[in-house]
């Protein structure tokens, strides 16, 4: 069944899709890796001596930058 509420639904989730798209192609890399780093250091505290596998350059890159705020509170992760 096709109502024009479920139409207009998926209409919405198009729309969200693609302002989320956009915003995150805003956003320079090296800024997301930041916000991750500190996402990261807030929720879960230090990162691991060594990152998980060297197959995966972003992963790498995540934790090259999460490893920087070694030591950082949560608190002082998450007011920055």
Known sequence: DR???????????RQAANYVIARKA??????????????????????????????????LAKHAVWSRYRGMSSSEARRR
């Open 26 to 59: 805003a956003i320079p890399m090296t800024q997301r890796l930041v916000l991750y780093a500190l996402y990261k250091q807030a929720i879960d505290g230090d990162a691991p001596e060594t990152a998980e596998s060297w197959a995966h350059i972003i992963e």
């Open 3 to 13: 109502s024009p509420s479920r139409g207009l639904g998926d209409v919405y989730k």
